[in-house]
């Protein structure tokens, strides 16, 4: 499994562009990287996956370079509901290792 | 889609008490996950099943957790008997692998508090 590495905690105000950066150097070759954002009270969700360079869904941007050792997660205008705390993994062999996260305040 | 259904959502019993968590996973979801969340650990996994079988338990804590998967439908996680350490929230979590991508959908957990 891939050990991951991501700042503890984050300070944005709203409508900023906010980039949280994750480090996986032993990622494996099949294993891809995935984001997910967890509420308090709630369970995690997931947000993004890649495997390689860059991938855009309705929510965020995920950044992969060529030698995967890291990947930032972009969040664009954020607002105060994307306060939460978001995990980086590096997943494969169907077994998930979720790390403390990174908790993101969004100021007004 | 209902998604993963937990019960109960809070539990409060007293030390030396049997506690039973209850999951309802995905229909047609294959994996189901069983993790503990606290404020010192973060979210760690417990166990998981593919098929209704236990693949790994190496994260169960002790012999006085159990989980079992009678069918595709229906979890549960039993401890017994219960210590104030093990207050935390217990979530599950199920998917359907699709080809190499790996993601889970969880469920809102269970807040057991051991007094």
């Known amino acids: 499994l891939a050990k991951t590495t991501q700042p503890i905690s984050m300070d944005s105000y709203e409508g900023q562009e906010v980039n949280i950066t994750c480090s996986h150097n032993n990622i494996a070759t099949n294993d891809y990287i995935t984001w997910y954002q967890q509420f308090p009270s709630q369970g995690p969700r997931f947000i993004i996956q890649g495997y390689k360079t860059k991938v855009t869904n309705e929510v965020a941007s995920l950044f992969i370079p060529a030698d995967r050792k890291s990947s930032t997660l972009s969040l664009p205008r954020v607002s105060l509901s994307d306060t939460a705390v978001y995990y980086c993994?590096?997943?494969?062999?169907?077994?998930?290792?979720f790390g403390k996260g990174t908790k993101l305040s969004v100021i007004p | 889609d209902a998604g993963v259904i937990q019960s109960p959502r809070h539990e409060v019993t007293e030390m030396g008490q049997e506690v039973t968590l209850r999951c309802k996973p995905i229909?047609?979801?294959?994996?189901l996950f069983w993790y503990r969340q606290t404020m010192m650990r973060g979210l760690e996994l417990l166990i998981y099943?593919?098929?209704?079988?236990?693949?790994?338990d190496s994260g169960m804590p002790e012999d006085r957790f159990s989980a079992k998967m009678p069918n595709a439908s229906f979890s549960t996680l039993k401890i017994q008997p219960s210590e104030p350490r093990d207050s935390a929230v217990y979530f599950c979590?199920?998917?359907?692998?699709?080809?190499?991508?790996?993601?889970?959908?969880f469920g809102p957990g269970t807040r057991l508090t051991v007094l």
């Open positions: 229909s047609g979801h294959d994996y």
């Open positions: 979590a199920s998917n359907n692998i699709a080809g190499g991508s790996v993601w889970q959908f």
């Open positions: 099943f593919n098929n209704n079988v236990p693949i790994d």
């Open positions: 993994l590096g997943a494969g062999s169907y077994q998930l290792t």
